[in-house]
Each structure stands twice: as structure tokens, then as C-alpha cells.
């Protein structure tokens, strides 16, 4: 059975960093895809932060997340990393990550629903 778990989250001040963890166990981060997604109050859609392909070593980062946040995995590949640097208000959300898309590769990225295995997410809360 493949479970998610993230962890990280917390409450900082603006210009802070976090970083993010996800351990997977039934699951390796090998050839898939995989992404953190994040999800702020009020919202029902899940915004995709970033994602990688190691495919074809391609990474997608938000446009407001660009330059300051980092998607990684461990060399055991059980492990998935969100460096989150120089944090803003704005990015106050509850962090998921997830694996096993339905598809992946291409121009486009797989949404939150086309991944079948997420955790159950970490709050980060950003104070200005």
C-alpha cells in the first residue's frame, strides 16, 4: 500500500525558508512524475507549485514561485523535497505532495486529480 507523508510546514515570517519532505513507502520517485501542490483557504482547486519529469530531467515551477523554490528527490528515491526560500504571505497554503499520475511528459503537467497517491498535506503559514 503506497502512503505519502509529508512534513515541514510551519509559520514563519516573510523572507524566511522552509523546506518541505514527503517519504513514500510502497513507492519509489523514480521514472514518474511527481509534484507539490498547494491548496489556500476557500480554494477547491489545488494550485500546482512544482513538478519533476525524470524522464527527460524537466522541471515545472510556478510563475510566483520561480527562483525561490526547489523540487528534489533523495538518491534513494523515497524521499521528495520542496526548498522553499525568501516566503511571502502569499504563499501561505496547506503543501501536498504526490506521485503515480495518470500520465506524464509532454507540454503539459498532470493536475492534482490525475495523480493517484497524495499525502495528506503540511500547513505552511507565512506572516508579513
Known amino acids: 500500500q503506497v502512503q505519502l507523508v509529508e512534513s515541514g510546514g510551519g509559520s514563519v515570517q516573510a523572507g524566511e525558508s522552509l523546506t518541505l519532505s514527503c517519504v513514500a513507502s510502497g513507492y519509489t520517485f523514480a521514472y514518474a512524475c511527481m509534484a507539490w501542490f498547494r491548496q489556500t483557504p476557500g480554494n477547491e482547486e489545488r494550485e500546482l507549485v512544482a513538478?519533476?519529469?525524470?524522464?527527460?530531467?524537466?522541471?515545472y515551477y510556478a510563475d510566483s514561485v520561480k527562483g525561490r523554490f526547489t523540487i528534489s528527490r533523495d538518491s534513494g528515491q523515497t524521499k521528495l523535497f520542496l526548498q522553499m526560500n525568501t516566503l511571502k504571505p502569499e504563499d501561505t497554503a496547506m503543501y501536498y505532495c504526490?506521485?503515480?499520475?495518470?500520465?506524464?511528459?509532454?507540454?503539459?503537467?498532470?493536475?492534482?486529480?490525475?495523480?493517484?497517491?497524495y499525502g495528506q498535506g503540511t500547513q505552511v503559514t507565512v506572516s508579513s
Open positions: 513538478a519533476f519529469y525524470p524522464g527527460d530531467g524537466s522541471t
Open positions: 504526490t506521485a503515480d499520475p495518470d500520465w506524464c511528459g509532454g507540454a503539459e503537467w498532470p493536475s492534482f486529480h490525475e495523480y493517484n497517491y
